[in-house]
Each structure stands twice: as C-alpha cells, then as structure tokens.
C-alpha cells in the first residue's frame, strides 16, 4: 500500500512539473509570437510570392501568427498588406514572381480595381504573374486576367455575366405583420428607404443605378481587353452567352484563359519558369513575408505621411456600431480624437485619409467633418476613396485639400433621410397590448409606440431632415469652392461613380492610395518621408481575448438569412442607430 502510494504522489508531482514546464515554453512561445507579430518569415533565393484569392477583402488585414499552427494563411485578404507586399516584391531580388491562387474574392469593384492596378504595375519590372483557380468567380477573374498564364481547373468555371443590381423590397411582408415605415428624406435619388416604402425601385433609383453599374462595368471591359488582347465587344458577348456554363474549349478559343490544368501541373509549369529540378520544392512566401521583410531602399525620415483607415458605417460610439455589429465601423467619438492627434503631432508632415464608406450618422459625419477642417488648418490632408465614399463618406471627404477616387468608386449621394419604424398596428392590433398616455404638453410622447406619428411631429422631423441637407451640401460647397446652386444640381442623393464625379467636380483626379500619399507630400513639400498607418489594427491576440457570442449569432443569422441578411441586421439594430441617415442604400445587391 506503501509503495502505491509512493508511485502515485510520484506519477502526480511529475504530471505537476510537466504541466507547470508546458505552461512556461507556451507562454515564452505566446510572447515570441507577439514580439514577432510583425516579422516575416525570411525570403530566400528564387521565392514566389502566393496570394491566396477567396474571401472577403478588407481594407486592413491582419497577421494570424496562430494559423501556422493549424496549416492556414498567416493573415486576413487586407487591401493594404497586399499593395505594400506586390510593390516592395517589385524590387526585392529574391522574389522572382507572384501566384494568384483562387479567384472567388469579395470586394467592391474599386478595391479590386486598385489591386490590379498593383499587379499591372508590377509587371513593369518584368517579374512573371501566374493564376490558377478551380473556379473564377467575376471579381476574381478581373484581378487575375491581368497574369501572364491565366490557368484553369480542366473541370473549372469562369464567372463572366456583366452587371447587375437586385434590389429587395420588404414593404408588403411588413405590412403583414403590421408594421411601416415612416421615412423623411431630401434627395430625390436617395434611396436608402425605399426596400420598406415601395415594391420596386423608383424611376430615379432605376436611373441612377443603371448609370453607375454601366460605368463600372465598361472599366472592367476595358481593363479586361487591355490584358486579355480581346475586344471589349467580344467580352460583352461572352457575358450575354453566360460564360460559366460553356464549354471549356469556347474559355480556350475566345481567349479567357490560357490553359486548362491540373493543380499538380500547376506546380510543373511553375518550376519550369523557375528552372528548377524535378525533386525541388518552390519557395512560396506570402504578402505579408514580403510586406514586413528588411528593404534596405527604405530610409529612416523625421518626416511622417499618416495613412488614416477610415472604413465601415459612420457611427458616434464604437459600442452601437452599424447594421453589422461585429463589422469595423468609423466611430465619430474615436476618430476625431484620432485626428485632433495628428493635428498635434509635429512628425506628421500631412495626412491621407482612406475613405471607404457609404455613410451613416448624419450627426457622426458632421463631428469627424469639423475636425478634418481643423486638421486642414495646419497640414494637408488629401482624401483617398476606396470602395465606396458616398453620403456621409463624402460628407467627411469634401472638405480635404485634394480628394482621388478611382474610376469605380461609388461617391456622392448627397443626401440626408430619416427612417422609424411604426409598428403600432403590430403591437395594439396583431399582438393586443394596449397603451394610454397622461402628458403636460403638446408632443410630450413623441415616439409613443402605440401609435403612428401625427401631422405636427412630422413635420418637425422632415424640418430636421431638410436642415441638415442644408448643411451638408453648404459643407460641400464650401470644401469644392462651389456655388451651392451648383451643388444642389448633382446632389439630390445621386450617386456617381468616381469617373462621373470627376467630371462634375466632386473630386480633383483619379488614382489609388500611392497617387494620393504622392500628392500629400507634394503639397507638404517633402522629398523624403515615412508612412504610418492609423488607428492601427488590432492585434490578433486581442480577438482571442474578446466575446465572441456576437459573432456566432451574426454567422449564424448569415448562414440562414444569406442575401436577406444586410436588409433584416437593419432592422435588428435601427434603434441603436442616429433617426438622421447620409448613407447610400443599406445593400446594393451588386451581382
């Protein structure tokens, strides 16, 4: 009994020491990783650098040093890691080239259009660009038809079909359950409201959005033709014939794809352009490799360019964020402090503000638009839209010294509305609560939800509304040093691609992010500088340390809800939100 005694306390004392031991080797290896976060891997001789094309694109990645425990990609599809990886690979000896794998990649049409910009640019220094896909869905395949060797699966589609925008209406099903909507608004194109106001979209709404989705769609066509050497009217044609379901032979013939291969021929074709032998591995690396690797051509300056990421709804507290609540945001109560920083910042030479939203509180983008104009007071600031900087996204754009969007971009929609929901019918009716009021004045319950709003309150409302569309295009007028007469002709919540807003003044050129720091520094009149990115992201560790029960409702309301999800989120979360909009439409159904 002694001696059973005696080997348990031993087994559990060692159990003990061992766990203790593990305990401390994955701490020190916890903080290495950390301390490492923004270091990578080394690059060796003959590398290819492989971007790996699905999912969703945001304007910031982030590192996942944790991935490479369970075999994944070291870091989130962000727009900045890989403008920053494609263009110091341009110059970095060891990386001989890139590999597009993929093609099923989320992301507005001016996202995709500035990392092809990247691509096209760098083939200019005659490194080679291959693609591979199983599948190319129709952004995929825009970004990869600029590679040398576009190769598809043998058993493979490519998603070629054109543009369109397919609005849902929610009016009669609310009407249903007794509930409307009671919507005030300026801006005849301003259709935000209209999925809960109508059965189908306005002849203004039809208007507007058949001119943008036919600009974007002729950017495209154009790009395509350009890398492709086929005729845009070609490539029309390919679309009305639907190209996914064609033969593969008709993708060979019209010249949208070069190859049909296997994957494991993938990895022949690509050690033959590599002269390497049979039994030797390819040194893949990846963006972000690249993007953190030591660049000797880059030089320590006390001068600072800020790169400030402004990307989601425009909201005033983080805590409320927008219709998605896990979803990144541009909080009013954050970023004006952001901004009052850079102003006091002595390094920070100029500042370039990364707009890539279709707006949101009214109230949140008049705040932020006020602190650029102090900003503007002491340093250039000039604008860079992304996908989309529309309504409230414009309304903090149009006070900047200079403002780049891409041809793609969707802009303006000046506009303001507000929306509540009356479910009155719904409560008293339908369900049977039933309400009684006592008050000392006139509009004592305003927001009673046991009625509809009266003639009186409505027209204290739309007089709000049309207050604050008085002050958004006066703001505008005055950062585009335009009449407001002038202003009010293309605004009405009309939306422009940025091609069409530079023809009207809405912004002084075309180009991408590099365009736009160039410009910044021009105006500061430096010859050598730094860029920083702000806010900076958030580190990966920090996810782990958040509550994610969010999270999972949210993936689980996506999985059921699919395409309905964007418009029903608004209706989960509209009380949360500013009664006052200057957004875009909450979805734009772009297929």
Request: aromatic letters at 8%.
């Amino acid at each position: 009994m002694k001696s059973f005694l005696k080997y348990t306390l031993a087994t559990m004392l060692g159990l003990l020491l061992f766990s203790i031991v593990a305990g401390i080797i994955s701490i020190i290896s916890f903080a290495g990783m950390i301390a490492s976060e923004n270091l990578g891997a080394p690059i060796k001789d003959k590398s290819v650098m492989r971007i790996n094309l699905n999912g969703g694109m945001e304007e910031q990645g982030q590192s996942n040093p944790l991935a490479m425990l369970t075999g994944g990609e070291q870091e989130s599809l962000g727009l900045d890691i890989l403008l920053e990886a494609i263009d110091r690979a341009k110059t970095n000896d060891k990386v001989l080239g890139i590999y597009l794998h993929g093609g099923i990649v989320e992301a507005t049409p001016a996202m995709l259009q500035e990392l092809r910009q990247a691509l096209v640019d760098f083939k200019k220094s005659g490194k080679f660009i291959y693609s591979y896909a199983d599948a190319y869905n129709q952004g995929g395949y825009y970004v990869c038809s600029v590679a040398d060797s576009l190769l598809l699966n043998p058993s493979g589609t490519v998603d070629w079909h054109g543009m369109a925008s397919v609005p849902i209406f929610f009016k009669d099903v609310m009407e249903k359950v007794g509930v409307k909507m009671q919507v005030f608004k300026v801006g005849t194109y301003k259709s935000a409201v209209e999925p809960y106001t109508s059965t189908a979209m306005s002849d203004a709404n039809r208007e507007q959005v058949t001119s943008y989705i036919t600009s974007i769609w002729e950017n495209m066509l154009k790009d395509v033709s350009a890398s492709r050497k086929v005729k845009t009217e070609d490539l029309n044609a390919y679309a009305d014939s639907f190209a996914m379901f064609q033969p593969r032979t008709n993708l060979l013939k019209w010249k949208m794809v070069d190859k049909t291969v296997y994957i494991d021929e993938v990895q022949t074709l690509l050690k033959n352009k590599l002269e390497l032998g049979e039994d030797d591995d390819i040194k893949f690396v990846t963006p972000n490799d690249v993007a953190t690797a030591e660049n000797p051509d880059i030089k320590d300056s006390d001068n600072s360019i800020a790169v400030y990421y402004a990307y989601g709804d425009i909201v005033v507290d983080p805590a409320t964020g927008g219709m998605n609540m896990n979803k990144h945001c541009i909080a009013s109560s954050q970023m004006t402090q952001d901004l009052r920083d850079l102003r006091e910042n002595d390094d920070v030479k100029a500042v370039v503000i990364r707009v890539n939203s279709g707006g949101g509180s009214a109230y949140a983008s008049e705040q932020i638009w006020r602190e650029i104009e102090l900003l503007k007071e002491k340093k250039p600031v000039v604008i860079s839209m992304g996908g989309m900087a529309a309504s409230g996204g414009y309304y903090i754009s149009s006070g900047a010294n200079l403002i780049y969007a891409e041809p793609t971009t969707l802009t303006g929609s000046i506009g303001i509305f507000g929306m509540i929901p009356d479910a009155s019918e719904l409560i008293t009716q339908k369900i049977g609560v039933k309400f009684d009021v006592v008050k000392t004045n006139a509009l004592s319950d305003f927001g009673n939800q046991g009625r509809s709003m009266n003639a009186d309150e409505c027209r204290l409302l739309q007089a709000e509304i049309e207050r604050g569309y008085e002050i958004f295009t006066g703001r505008v007028a005055q950062g585009r040093k335009m009449k407001l007469d002038d202003v009010k002709a293309i605004a009405e919540g009309r939306v422009w691609t940025g091609q069409q807003a530079l023809d009207r003044k809405l912004v002084d050129k075309l180009g991408n992010l590099q365009d736009a720091i160039k410009a910044a520094a021009k105006l500061a009149k430096l010859t050598d500088y730094n860029t920083d990115a702000y806010p900076a992201p958030a580190a990966w560790y920090e996810n782990l340390l958040n509550n994610k029960k969010s999270d999972y409702l949210d993936t689980q309301l996506r999985g059921v809800l699919g395409e309905y999800y964007t418009t029903f989120s608004l209706l989960r979360t509209i009380n949360q939100q500013d009664r006052i909009q200057a957004r875009l439409p909450f979805d734009l159904n772009l297929q």
